[in-house]
């Protein structure tokens, strides 16, 4: 289970549909520490510590995601919003 992150992401998103961030997140960083550089993964969990008013995780997820694809318009709205 711990080696196959499309299970532990559809696990984290579960959690997200439940309303329930806070496990959502913890999958989530599971699936990170499998897929380092992926750039949707960082995304989402930028948005997650924004709803959960965590802006310095989430300028760090949004910026590592920016890292990966700068092409993603949604990161750059974000990031421009931040500064």
Known sequence: LKNHPQV???IGSLYEAMGDLDLAIEWFVQVLSL???DPQLLQ???E???TQADRQAAH???FDSYKYFPSNLEVLD???SYY
Do not use: E
Request: net charge neutral; aromatic share 16%.
């Open 48 to 50: 997650l510590s924004d």
């Open 44 to 46: 989402k969990l930028g």
């Open 8 to 10: 532990l992401f559809q």
């Open 78 to 80: 974000w990031l421009g």
């Open 60 to 62: 760090q997820y949004h």
């Open 35 to 37: 897929m380092p550089s």
